[in-house]
């Protein structure tokens, strides 16, 4: 299961980090597509082998990518290390903070992985627009995706 956070506030200021700019338009850019729930799944939730979680890929730095809910000694870490490797690019792993959508999948026993380049200082505010996301840096982003999906897939 692949999904991807959204979070854009749209125009209102609440929980808007400029609010001084009362209702201007915060299309949150960084913010990705939609939420994933699985209260009612639609497939049965014994053959959803991973969740793979995309929030805010798209400002990458450094080729650093911080990698969430992936257990220290497992398979997933082994599959992370290798796309690590196959795409140039340093996974970050940090203690699952359980704010994104894959919290729900982690509760169901369901293995999990959220990517995320991080935070930034355009976060929930006006200035968060498509110009500044890093077009080639999101591409590496999927790539390594991709290839921690193959991985799995081969299993």
């Known amino acids: 299961m692949i999904g991807a956070h959204f979070d854009a506030l749209g125009q209102s200021p609440d929980k808007?980090?400029?609010p001084q700019n009362f209702f201007a338009m915060r299309a949150g850019a960084d913010d990705n597509a939609s939420g994933?729930?699985?209260a009612d799944p639609?497939?049965?939730k014994r053959s959803i082998m991973l969740m793979l979680n995309?929030?805010?890929?798209?400002?990458?730095?450094g080729n650093?990518?911080?990698v969430?809910?992936?257990?220290?000694?497992?398979?997933?870490?082994l599959a992370v290390d290798r796309a690590a490797a196959a795409t140039g690019l340093r996974a970050d792993f940090i203690a699952d903070r359980e704010l994104s959508d894959h919290s729900s999948l982690a509760a169901q026993d369901i293995e999990v992985i959220a990517l995320s380049s991080g935070g930034h200082v355009d976060y929930?505010?006006?200035?968060d627009v498509?110009?500044?996301?890093n077009v080639p840096g999101l591409g590496r982003v999927i790539d390594f995706a991709e290839a921690i999906v193959r991985q799995r897939d081969a299993r």
């Not at 257990?71 to 870490?77: D, G, K, V």
């Not at 498509?130 to 996301?133: E, G, P």
């Open 16 to 18: 808007a980090f400029d």
């Open 130 to 133: 498509a110009a500044r996301i």
């Open 64 to 66: 650093h990518l911080l």
């Open 54 to 61: 995309f929030d805010m890929i798209g400002r990458l730095s």
């Open 68 to 77: 969430e809910g992936v257990a220290e000694h497992s398979a997933l870490r």
């Open 42 to 44: 639609p497939v049965p």
């Open 36 to 38: 994933t729930f699985i």
């Open 124 to 127: 929930h505010k006006t200035t």
